[in-house]
């Protein structure tokens, strides 16, 4: 066993030398290093050596990149956008193909387009993206996805589809919802996420509550503070308290109080430090 | 002594059993009842040095006592604590002075984010800090005062987005500190890209990696900052006096010396060469070795403790590896050190090529860096075990006061120089010098697409300019928490060579930033007239030391004064438009130069000629073609000729760059033009360089420019050439 792992990795030493060079962010990158991290199946070798040639003029590197857009993992395909979006004649061409998909009934494509068009963060995506995002008939991997893509661009033309995710089926949809109406620039106010806090998921629930907290959404207090004496879930009734210290209002205090002797120490030490905060 | 041979131990690792291997003399150990580490489950894709969000279930801190190859393992946290930890990891933790708790960065699950937490050694209670959960809170470390020091990806600005570096895509690190009863949590003022790994050193102080990312700058580099996040200073690794890309994890040996990670920036598992750093000169206190005397950049030194490591990204060889982090036992000159090493090719590439089951196995030994060897302690094969350090107290540094806050605004930072001509990197002549310009830096996050431009400058906007009084002093007030750099400029606004400082800094809420001069020389003292500087007795200029950041964007106008970003399209073109595109607009001829470029593999040329007009523009071979941003941003940036160079692409013809990126003065841009006097008031009579020499084409063809026109180009090229800025992101708010 020793043996055949020793040669494993010495093949792979030798195999990679002749790529291997100085780190020089932003330099240095060619073809056959991106085609010899991909062959790797790094992650972080297929990142790094994407990000080296980041303006390298390299026709024999594009079917490489086009091929990690599709790519099961998220990072690839989003550091293979990025690498494209330098590049404004395949941008262009990869953002009429992905607004196509975004449109078409291939989940799986559908995804892909949305991770594309979410990292190029043009505001001119949002309309096809919010489409998608409502949309039933895709898998909601592609819905996630596309409400992703929202939060990645950040512009608050995108708050309307965000809101109507937050209604969505699927839990991870609903949950991509709320964190990317955190990633909205000049965000306001969190009054969309207060029904969240009763949502059915804990993940979705827990971060609800989150981000009301980080916006100081008064709104949102009568949900924290039920949700802090009765929820089941100890990551919630954490969100909560830490929510509710951030709000601010005296009127919290006994619900925080009661919390300071809760079944979970997550939620104990941060009552206290809420209390402190009154 | 008992040694295992090496070789014998990392067979009986390889095959993969847990190992606890030594003898019954612990030898630098001595005197150590428990060695405390941090095991996480072996991983080959962590990101590059900078990344912290890397979640693999479970991770767990532990104990090893005696630190013998009988010792025992004992799990400190969490496996005990309860259900909601069951899947947690860990990333650091920090060891409190009386070695009864520990601080320690976890993720509870895949949805949630790093948090903060503190474990009881002995009873293994467990309480979280009150942390954003929106937020990682990671790389905790204890300072005296019963606080914490952390970093994290939040930010205390409503509305705005933390930076995001435009080139790796990483939402960045910042620091914090936090009583540890959870209450009093504040955030420092933030630089433009990462900071990570911080340390407390004897002094008070904590150091720390930070990512340097300016232009053409970009590395990782050793700083300290006081505990209450003020008077941030370079350690090590800028002016030269580096070895490697980036340093991290550093841990100090003794008064003046660390011991640290040298490393390539990605590909290495944030993995390295352990470097011996010398703050200052060293010098012997009963065997130990110091290096707190005068401390510089300039008297700053290294040894390398592990010269077979490789420095770069290149995969280490098999029985050299790499070193994951170092806990220094003593201060020898050679010291022994604890420390976490895998074997083999610790290279991401390598490993992944290599298959599942081959992630890095870091364990733990004892190093002797004099004799270059390793001991083995510990080693689990499933698991990293990595930063491991005695289990005992230690005496807590002294508090560092508060730095005594300015006179103003509570919420804005002073800033300013006792003698802006004292430099060691210009040579500013006295007199020659009418301001600093303080230039505020921001990242994609603002709403830019992909890039700033053609060059690899950040975002930027000015704040303004402060003059430099008589005596050299200059001082101002400018908006606290964000990062700026500086520019010492001329009385035509243009930077003085050299002059263009190529790191970001920023201030705390009234906090005082007062240089001695212009990165004046690390070891002299500066001396001034007795009395205040002229400066401070005129008092400081206000560089919108209290707009928002939705207010730090230029007006309807491009004013000398009313600029604050230059954005291509709607402040440039408009001259362009104006007055240059009756020429130069891409008619090849005297006024139009074109140049070419070919594959010689492929046969395929593209060809540029100059021009002033708006308009998309693309360059490149084949069908892979760049952005120009503009026609005009093409023809006066010029594509990147290192790519052009690195993608084997001939040039035909003469490509000419007209805008250095940062340096106008050097512009072919500034000198064709030939600027005019713009301050103390503008002033079109007089140029800024001979005009026999460089007749100001402008006025010599009839299309003079204004004296605001002539600061914007100016601007423009001192900035950066950026296409982008605030004022024209696509995706902005404002």
């Not at chain 1, 991290?37 to 303006?55: M, P």
């Not at chain 2, 139009?592 to 490149?620: C, E, H, K, Q």
Request: glycine letters at 10%.
């Amino acid at each position: 066993m020793r043996t055949m792992k020793t040669n494993i990795l010495a093949a792979a030493v030798v195999g990679l030398l002749t790529f291997a060079g100085t780190a020089h962010a932003g330099r240095g990158g060619s073809a056959a290093r991106i085609q010899n991290a991909v062959a790797t199946g790094s992650t972080d070798a297929i990142i790094a050596e994407l990000e080296r040639a980041e303006r390298l003029i390299c026709d024999a590197c594009t079917p490489t990149v086009l091929d990690l857009i599709d790519h099961d993992k998220y990072e690839l395909r989003e550091v293979a956008a990025w690498w494209i979006a330098r590049r404004p004649v395949l941008k262009a061409q990869l953002t009429e193909r992905s607004t196509t998909d975004l449109a078409g009934s291939d989940s799986r494509l559908a995804r892909n387009a949305a991770d594309v068009l979410g990292t190029f963060r043009h505001p001119q995506a949002i309309p096809a993206l919010a489409a998608a995002a409502a949309r039933t008939d895709l898998s909601s991997e592609a819905r996630m996805a596309a409400v992703r893509a929202l939060g990645t661009i950040g512009h608050r033309n995108a708050n309307t589809a965000l809101v109507a995710a937050m209604g969505d089926g699927d839990a991870t949809v609903r949950l991509a919802a709320a964190t990317s109406w955190l990633q909205v620039r000049k965000q306001a106010n969190a009054a969309p996420l207060v029904a969240l806090v009763g949502d059915a998921d804990g993940d979705v629930r827990a971060k609800a509550a989150a981000v009301i907290g980080e916006l100081k959404d008064a709104s949102g207090r009568a949900a924290l503070e039920a949700a802090l004496t009765g929820d089941a879930n100890p990551v919630v009734r954490r969100n909560a308290a830490w929510a509710l210290g951030r709000i601010g209002d005296a009127g919290s205090r006994a619900a925080l109080t009661a919390a300071t002797t809760d079944a979970s120490s997550l939620v104990r030490q941060t009552a206290k430090a809420a209390l402190a905060g009154l | 002594m008992k040694r295992i041979n090496l070789g014998i131990a990392l067979s009986a690792m390889t095959f993969g059993s847990v190992v606890a291997c030594g003898g019954s003399d612990p030898g630098p150990l001595d005197g150590v009842d428990s060695v405390v580490f941090l095991q996480r489950p072996k991983r080959n894709d962590m990101g590059d040095i900078f990344q912290y969000t890397s979640y693999v279930p479970t991770g767990r801190l532990v104990k090893l006592s005696p630190p013998t190859a009988d010792g025992e393992l004992t799990e400190i946290c969490c496996g005990s604590a309860g259900a909601e930890y069951q899947n947690m990891d860990i990333s650091g933790y920090d060891l409190s002075f009386d070695a009864k708790e520990i601080v320690f960065s976890g993720r509870l699950a895949s949805a949630q984010a790093f948090g903060l937490f503190i474990v009881n050694v002995e009873s293994g209670d467990v309480r979280q800090l009150p942390t954003n959960p929106n937020r990682d809170y990671v790389n905790p470390v204890y300072l005296p005062g019963d606080k914490v020091f952390f970093q994290t990806n939040d930010l205390d600005e409503t509305g705005a987005q933390q930076f995001r570096d435009e080139y790796e895509r990483g939402t960045t690190l910042q620091m914090g500190t936090v009583n540890d009863d959870g209450t009093n949590l504040k955030l420092g003022p933030r630089n433009l890209s990462h900071r990570v790994f911080p340390t407390l050193l004897s002094d008070g102080r904590v150091m720390l990696t930070q990512w340097d990312h300016l232009g053409d700058m970009n590395a990782g580099h050793l700083m300290t900052v006081h505990p209450d996040m003020t008077t941030m200073r370079e350690a090590f690794g800028k002016e030269g006096t580096g070895v490697t890309n980036s340093y991290l994890k550093a841990r100090e040996v003794s008064p003046g010396r660390v011991i640290a990670i040298g490393t390539s920036r990605d590909r290495t598992i944030q993995a390295g060469a352990i470097l011996d750093i010398r703050l200052g000169e060293p010098y012997a206190v009963d065997g130990a070795i110091h290096a707190d005397r005068n401390m510089s950049e300039d008297t700053a030194s290294y040894r390398l403790l592990t010269p077979s490591v490789p420095l770069g990204r290149e995969p280490s060889s098999m029985t050299v590896g790499r070193y994951y982090d170092a806990y220094p036992l003593n201060a020898r000159d050679y010291p022994d050190l604890l420390v976490s090493w895998a074997d083999g090719p610790v290279e991401s590439g390598t490993l992944g090529a290599a298959g599942p089951g081959n992630e890095a196995n870091f364990g733990i030994y004892v190093y002797d860096s004099n004799r270059k060897t390793r001991r083995p302690l510990y080693d689990d094969p499933a698991m990293w075990d990595i930063f491991p350090r005695p289990l005992v107290a230690r005496d807590a540094p002294p508090v560092i006061a508060p730095s005594g806050t300015h006179a103003y605004d509570q919420s804005t930072t002073l800033i300013g120089s006792m003698d802006v001509h004292r430099s060691t990197v210009a040579n500013l002549q006295r007199g020659s010098v009418y301001g600093v310009r303080v230039v505020e830096g921001f990242s994609v996050e603002e709403g830019i697409p992909d890039d700033f431009g053609i060059t690899e400058h950040e975002g930027a906007a000015v704040l303004g300019v402060a003059p430099v009084r008589a005596d050299g002093s200059w001082l101002a007030l400018m908006p606290a928490n964000i990062p700026v750099h500086l520019q010492a400029i001329d009385v035509f606004g243009m930077t003085h060579t050299n002059a263009n400082e190529p790191v970001w800094f920023s201030g705390a809420a009234g906090e005082s930033r007062v240089c001695g001069g212009c990165h004046e020389s690390r070891t002299d003292t500066v001396i001034i007239d007795p009395g205040l500087t002229e400066a401070v007795a005129r008092g400081p200029s206000d560089l919108r030391a209290t707009s928002s950041r939705d207010q730090r964007i230029s007006g309807g106008t491009f004013t000398r004064d009313g600029t604050v970003g230059v954005p291509w399209d709607s402040a440039l073109q408009n001259v362009f438009d104006a007055k240059c595109v009756s020429c130069h607009n891409g008619t090849p001829g005297p006024a139009n130069p074109s140049w070419s470029i070919s594959d010689p593999m492929t046969g395929a040329t593209f060809s540029w000629t100059f021009d002033l007009r708006g308009g998309v523009a693309t360059y490149g071979v084949g069908d892979e073609m760049f952005s120009g941003y503009s026609r005009s941003h093409l023809s006066l940036m010029g594509p990147d000729m290192m790519e052009l160079e690195d993608a084997g692409l001939v040039i035909v013809g003469d490509i000419k760059i007209y805008v250095e990126p940062g340096n106008a003065r050097d512009s072919e841009l500034i000198k064709k033009l030939n600027p005019v006097q713009q301050f103390p008031a503008q002033n079109g009579a007089v140029r800024a360089f001979p005009v026999g020499q460089f007749p100001a084409h402008a006025a010599a063809v009839g299309q003079e420019l204004t004296p605001d026109e002539y600061y914007l180009m100016i601007l423009m090229a001192d900035l950066g050439g950026q296409f982008y800025s605030r004022e024209n992101a696509p995706g902005a708010a404002y």
